[in-house]
Every structure is written in C-alpha cells, then in structure tokens.
C-alpha cells in the first residue's frame, strides 16, 4: 500500500488542489476512480507517456461538505483553468486543468448525504467507493490510516468485480446500468450476479437518462479492446435493446449460403472480427494513427468503426426478398444508412461522427466488388478515394471483417485472401496518396464555360469531375488535353439528350 500514499503526497495535480484547499473550512474528499485506478496500478503506465512530452490525462473526483461550487470557482480563477458547473441542484463543478507536462479534470460536488459515508453510499459501485480526507494527506504515515473503505471497495477490486454498492443505486442514476459495462469494459471486471439482476430489473430506465450520458458509456464500451464481449453481455441482458431499438429486427433473419448466422449474429461477430483485426494490424503505424484519430470529442475512429461494424447490416431485414431460390438484400446499405441517421441523431453525435458512420454503412460493400474485379483499373480506384473520401480505410477494415464473418457453405478461403490482398493494397495506396501534392486543376468552369460556349449550371461541374478524374489516372496532363476531353464530353451528353 506504500505506492498508494507515495501517488497521494507526489502527484503534481493533486498537490495543487491540496495546497489550494489548506485553510478553507470545508471538508475535502478526493473519491472514486483515480484511487481505484491506484490500487490497480492503472496510473503508473500512462503516466510513463510524461518523459516523451505528451499530455497526462487523469480525472480526481472530490466530494465537498458544504458550498462545492463556490469553493471550485475560485480555485479555478487561482490556477487561471476552466470552468464549468456541470449541475447546479447538486452542487456539481469542473475544473479543466492544463499545464506544460500534464493535463487533468477536477470534480467538485457536495455531499450527497450528511457526511462522507452517506455520500459513499450513494456512489455507483463498490469499486468506486473508497475516499481519502486531503488535510490528512501530508501528515500520513500509511495509506491504511487514512484510506476509508466503507463498502469492501478494495475486496471487490481485488476480485475484479463490479457491485452495486446499495438496492436503489441504479434507480437512483439509471445511467449507472451502462456504466456497470463500460467500467467492465475497460477494466476487464466481471460484473456480480446480482449486479446483473439489478439491471435486468431496471434496464427499462435506462433511456430516462440523457442521451449524451448514455453516448458516453457506449463510446468507452467501443474505445476499450473488449466491446464484443461487452455488447454480447449486454445482448443477453437485452440493454442494447433499450439503446437502439432499431436492432430487433435482425434477429432471426436468415441470409443464403455464404452465410452462417442470421443478421443479428453476424452484426456481432463482424463487432469481434474488427477487434480481432486491430490486434493483427497494431505494428501498421500508418492504420493505428488513422484509427486513433479523434472525430469529435474523446470520440476516435477506432470507436466510430466499431460501431458502424455492429450496424453495418441494419437495413437488411427491411431490404430482404426472395428472388426465385435466392435470397437478396438489395439495397440493403442505403436503407442501413438511414436507419443510422436516426441511431446517430438519437445518440447526439456530432456532424462529423454522423457523417462518417453514414459513410461507413453506406459504402461497406465497395471494397468487395473491386476485389472481384480481375484487373483494378486506376480510375475504379480514384472513383473509390472520391466517394468513401476520409473514411476510405474505415470501410476497407470493416469489408475485411465482414468478410471474416461470413463463414456459410459457399465461402472459400483463396477468395477471402484475395479479397483481403486487395483491401490492405488499398489502404497502402490510400497513405501514399495522402503524402502527394494534389496536382493543380488543368482548367477551371470559366474554361469550359468559354470553350464549350456554356452558361452557368450543374453540367460544368460533371466536366470538372470527368477532367480531374481523367487527369488524376494520368489519362491527361495539359490544359489543351482537358479542354479536349471537355468538349467531347459535353458533345456526348448532348447526344444522349
């Protein structure tokens, strides 16, 4: 335990908020995950990241006898940060705290009961239950003398488990229902049986809180290396069902011959691939760096991908027919599409998030009709950089997954190397791509409004798009080539009309 006091007196984030809080008269706690994470050694590995020059991300939560928002503004003002009142019922605050080698949140709330072991019980779990007294800090001589442990928090961390910490913790913040699989998630914990009954009871509940809460748990759930797991405890649980709704209807909708599982099973088992798949590419810096990229908020594209591998096949349930002995799925990816829409809007994702998972479900079945293809021309390829644009890569992995997934009577392994070839040379070319000086566009809408004799409108941009197309596979190189090919296209469309 002797580590424990040593993160207590020599962490420089908690230092400041002992010094800053020395003579007010209040009583300070810091409480809950930080010092879980302590006592799991958790800390000690990101906080190693310091000695390469990158940021320190933590979170110290800290309950306050009396006045917590009062008492959070001015330490605020005196460490020049952010901040923001988070509830103003509950006397919750934020302080964002950067510096030059790390940065950190602080959580201030007061009490939610009369004193500290009122407050405990009203935490969310065991795990999250221990607390330690700030003035006592610099005076202790072991952690055991000022660690409170009223609920068997250490016992329960100790075991791996996540508990409840009393009946009417989970109606009480029905939210708590996905942080129970979120903190199982990333912490790799097991959930207790019991645990497990509370929320099967109140699952229900769980849409009452908001959706930006609920997004959050989803997104920790997707960020950890153990989102298949964790969706399929929360599948036989149903709580996924409360969340999106959507996903009922691929249950039990049979697929033709390629196929193994029906929609629902292979929805999840794509979910298990693509982690799978991750581990397998994690010494490709070129594909980590992209999936680590943030789309919005602590959301990346890892994150973002996982679940657009989940619903990837959502509109085929309303896409399904029967065509002769077969059956089909047209259309399938615009229908999923739009289903998504409204999963994203429900969930608040940002334009960016919602965009790109639009993208994602709209295009995943690209990758598998290039790899088909015998030999890949360069302009199907420049058509697919076009269309699937930042989230070219995102769909490549997801094709490679989803092919992986599909394990019926008619699939065959060469077929499935090959499809995988194509995919990884893809994302190869999609990288070096991204290192080229985009080369400067040949003729502009006045050009091919002056040498076609055109006036303004949406022709001019399909000849721009056919020039750069054409310029891009290195069909053409000047400008008299492009006002060529400008010319010949409109007399074509003409034609046509």
């Not at 006898?65 to 006397?91: M, T």
């Not at 207790?192 to 099967?200: E, F, G, L, N, S």
């Not at 699937?388 to 060469?414: C, F, H, K, N, Y």
């Not at 310029?471 to 469309?493: M, P």
Request: net charge positive; charged share 30%; with cysteine.
């Amino acid at each position: 335990m002797d580590f424990i006091l040593t993160e207590l007196k020599h962490n420089p984030s908690l230092r400041r908020i002992i010094e800053l809080t020395r003579d007010c008269p209040q009583e300070i706690y810091l409480v809950g995950g930080w010092l879980r994470d302590i006592m799991l050694k958790r800390k000690t590995k990101t906080r190693s990241r310091l000695s390469r020059g990158n940021l320190f991300y933590g979170d110290f939560d800290f309950a306050v006898s009396s006045q917590a928002i009062r008492l959070s503004r001015e330490i605020a003002k005196k460490l020049k940060s952010g901040f923001v009142i988070l509830d103003k019922e509950h006397g919750s605050t934020r302080i964002i705290y950067r510096d030059n080698s790390f940065s950190c949140n602080f959580d201030f709330t007061d009490f939610r009961g009369k004193d500290i072991n009122e407050d405990l019980l009203h935490r969310d779990f065991t795990v999250n239950s221990l607390a330690v007294n700030l003035k006592r800090i610099k005076q202790a001589k072991s952690a055991d003398e000022i660690l409170i442990d009223n609920y068997r928090a250490r016992k329960d961390i100790k075991a791996k488990t996540i508990r409840v910490i009393s009946d009417f913790s989970l109606p009480e913040d029905p939210v708590r229902i996905l942080r129970a699989f979120s903190l199982s998630a990333v912490l790799n914990f097991n959930i207790a049986p019991k645990t497990k009954a509370a929320i099967a009871k109140y699952k229900k509940s769980v849409t009452s809180s908001a959706f930006e809460r609920i997004t959050e748990e989803l997104f920790k759930i997707m960020n950890s290396e153990n989102a298949f797991t964790t969706f399929a405890s929360m599948d036989k649980l149903k709580v996924l069902d409360e969340i999106i709704p959507e996903i009922k209807s691929m249950r039990k909708v049979s697929q033709g011959p390629y196929h193994h599982l029906d929609v629902y099973g292979h929805s999840l088992e794509t979910l298990k691939q693509i982690e799978i798949l991750f581990e397998q590419l994690k010494r490709h810096r070129n594909i980590q760096d992209y999936l680590n990229q943030v789309v919005a908020g602590t959301h990346t594209k890892r994150a973002l991908l996982k679940l657009g591998a989940f619903l990837h096949d959502i509109g085929k349930p309303i896409a399904k027919r029967r065509v002769g002995r077969k059956t089909c799925f047209h259309g399938h990816e615009r229908a999923g599409r739009n289903i998504a829409r409204g999963i994203a809007g429900r969930l608040r994702l940002a334009n960016d998030e919602r965009n790109a998972l639009e993208k994602i479900i709209f295009w995943h079945l690209r990758p598998g009709y290039m790899a088909d293809i015998k030999h890949l021309s360069r302009r199907a390829v420049f058509k697919y950089f076009r269309d699937t644009q930042r989230e070219a890569v995102s769909i490549i992995l997801l094709s490679i997954a989803d092919q992986r997934s599909t394990r019926g009577p008619l699939t065959r392994g060469a077929n499935r190397k090959h499809h995988e070839d194509v995919c990884l040379e893809l994302a190869k070319e999609f990288f070096s791509k991204e290192k080229e000086i985009k080369l400067p566009r040949l003729i502009d809408g006045n050009d091919v409004m002056k040498h076609c004799n055109l006036s303004p409108g949406p022709l001019i941009g399909k000849v721009l798009a056919e020039a750069e197309e054409s310029q891009a596979v290195g069909e053409i190189t000047t400008k008299a080539q492009a006002l060529a090919l400008a010319g010949a296209f409109v007399k074509e469309r003409v034609k046509k009309s």
